[in-house]
């Protein structure tokens, strides 16, 4: 199964064609911004890299937030797109998960997303939500999972780590595409009220 892997949700740029547990091609870049100029270009130079023809992607998995508002959208956008013209699934999967299972499944995995204005938490059992996405105050994320942990220890992914986008490929060709929906997480309010 060669599957396309697709990061935009946090400060880096970055996508992966695997074939099982080969890596064909994988290009990561940092950024904040510039994501939706960066993204095609890079699939491309990747497609190319991997001498693979988009007809020949069986998948493409995309991370579906928590992230920026904007880098998230541009990311779904894309796949959503992809999948759509070429007929094949899209594996949507959260920020969260995508960084806690980067390094394997087995155990007890946390992961923490810190911005200026939120942070968002999260923790598997080999593999298996125990504490779903949420958001958290700042700080907050300890208490909250040593507590789903019923303190056992686990490994936290923090903040400032980018998600592996071949981790990502290669843990998309086990997932269904019926639970894993490219779909978007928000996991706080909008900051925009409107007036009554």
Same mark, same amino acid.
């Given at each position: 199964? =060669?599957?396309?892997? =697709? ?6 740029? $970055? ?13 990561s870049e940092r950024m904040q ?10 699939? +491309? ?9 988009? $007809?020949?992607?069986? +998948?493409? #998995?995309?991370?579906? @937030?928590?992230? $920026?508002?904007?880098?998230?959208? &541009?990311g779904l956008s894309f796949a +959503?797109?992809? #999948? %759509?013209?070429? @007929?094949?699934?899209? =594996?949507? &999967? $959260?920020? %969260? ?6 390094? @394997? ?7 923490? =997303? ?5 942070? *968002?938490?999260?923790? *598997? ?41 071949? #981790? ?11 639970? *894993?929906?490219?779909?978007?997480? *928000? ?10």
């Amino acid at each position: 199964m =060669i599957v396309l892997a =697709i990061d935009t949700a946090l400060d880096a740029c $970055s996508v992966a064609i695997v074939r099982g547990d080969a890596v064909l091609a994988d290009l990561s870049e940092r950024m904040q911004r510039g994501q939706a100029e960066r993204l095609a270009p890079m699939v +491309r130079e990747v497609t190319a890299s991997a001498s693979v023809v988009f $007809s020949e992607l069986d +998948r493409i #998995a995309v991370t579906t @937030g928590p992230g $920026s508002f904007t880098g998230v959208r &541009v990311g779904l956008s894309f796949a +959503r797109a992809l #999948a %759509l013209a070429l @007929g094949k699934p899209c =594996i949507g &999967v $959260s920020t %969260l998960e995508a960084l806690a299972l980067q390094e @394997g499944e087995e155990g007890l995995r946390g992961s923490l =997303i810190e911005t200026p204005g939120a942070a *968002y938490c999260a923790l *598997y059992e080999n593999g298996a939500p125990l504490a779903a996405p949420r958001g958290i105050a700042h700080g907050e994320h300890e208490a909250v999972l040593s507590e789903a942990a019923s303190g056992r220890a686990f490994v936290l992914t923090g903040a400032n780590v980018v998600v592996n986008a071949v #981790a990502l490929a290669r843990r998309a060709t086990r997932l269904d595409p019926v639970k *894993y929906t490219p779909d978007p997480l *928000y996991l706080r309010a909008p900051h925009v009220t409107l007036p009554a």
